[in-house]
């Protein structure tokens, strides 16, 4: 099972530059998301997605977008690259309805992505 | 909003002995909660979860302790081994399904 794949691992990028961290998950989950990890501070959530064509913003969202064309995929895009982006990306999804035993939230390994 | 706590950021800890990582929250409406082990340069892993239905609910090697009365969370782990050696924290489900994730305790296990 490959569960969630994010790609790529590490990435560096120059100030204003636009890349795009991929998130695939082949578990048919309805409900996808992106946070971020950084130091001191839990994850924040920074989009999310309850199913194909529908996405909405977490708690920081600014500088970021998604898109949901299909269930299996959700890419995160940095429209201008800025230090404080610098940061631990993590993809995550779960099945649709309440979270709970049985429906809970399984996470990607991560994207390093420094801005300098 | 809410605001998921840990009490201790770092924890050290005997092979073979028991660990204890506790964990507070501060909705009193939350009824769900998620422990993950994180490793360095890796992705959260699923441990173990519990409903505020429950006071307590047990995997293997772990048990998750909910005290609603004290908004309060622990994630026992018994025998503790090197492997165990992460990052971990809680998460709680807030309004609208959305989570809240702690900054994590750090166990390290001496051989």
């Known amino acids: 099972n490959a569960g969630v794949t994010q790609t790529p691992k590490f990435q560096v990028l120059k100030t204003g530059q636009s890349m795009t961290l991929q998130c695939a998950q082949d578990?048919?989950?309805?409900?996808m998301s992106w946070y971020r990890q950084d130091p001191g501070m839990g994850l924040r959530l920074i989009h999310y997605s309850v199913g194909a064509g529908i996405t909405d913003q977490g708690e920081v969202p600014n500088g970021y977008n998604v898109s949901r064309s299909t269930t299996e995929d959700f890419p995160l895009r940095l429209l201008s690259a800025a230090p404080s982006q610098t940061s631990v990306y993590f993809c995550a999804s779960r099945a649709g309805g309440s979270p709970g035993p049985g429906n809970t939230i399984y996470f990607g390994e991560g994207s390093w992505l420094t801005v300098v | 909003g809410e605001s998921v706590g840990l009490h201790l950021p770092t924890l050290s800890v005997q092979e073979g002995d028991n660990s204890i990582i506790n964990c507070a929250y501060s909705n009193s409406a939350s009824d769900y909660f998620i422990w993950y082990k994180q490793e360095s340069g890796k992705g959260p892993q699923f441990i173990i979860d519990?409903?505020?239905?429950?006071d307590k609910r047990q995997g293997q090697r772990v048990t998750v302790l909910l005290n609603k009365t004290v908004k309060h969370l622990s994630l026992q782990i018994a025998a503790t081994q090197p492997g165990d050696s992460a990052v971990y924290f809680c998460?709680?489900?807030?309004?609208?399904?959305?989570?809240?994730f702690g900054t994590g305790t750090s166990l390290t296990v001496i051989p």
């Open positions: 519990i409903r505020s239905n429950m």
């Open positions: 578990m048919n989950h309805e409900y």
């Open positions: 998460a709680e489900k807030g309004t609208g399904n959305q989570f809240y």
